[in-house]
């Protein structure tokens, strides 16, 4: 297994003015090693994560994406849409988190796994906000697209 990243960011994101940054980027700290992308799946961010990863990977055999999922409940639409185009899906041990809570929960289990998190971190309030300062906390090493 190779370095793991994740990624957080802010729901709204526009990715023209971050086109090829984020590819670049990963790149650049990845280099020739391994490595194992943990998307969440919420909002453009996200989405531009997720198509970065594929992009990275598409050039690089020794990479694996994997939606890391808050919830098991086969009503949940984003199952079967990443069960297609990632190389599987992780559902971390949340079975007791309340319902609620559990995206806040499946972040910090991401971060705490992660050697790299990618952020697109604007405002000071807000879900990407509390996974980036989660990330801070943790000393992970950060970098945030929106600097």
Known sequence: MGMII????HSSFDNNENQYKLYDILCENI????VDFYVGGYGSFDHYALCSALEYKEKHNDTKIYFVTPYLD???SKLEYYKNVTDGIIFPELENVPKK???IKRNEWMVKQ???VIAYVRHSWGGARRTFEFAKRLQKKIINLAD
């Open 6 to 9: 994740t990624f957080c960011g």
């Open 31 to 34: 280099k020739d090693n391994p």
């Open 74 to 76: 086969k009503r949940y």
């Open 101 to 103: 809570f559990a995206i």
């Open 114 to 116: 992660a050697d790299l």
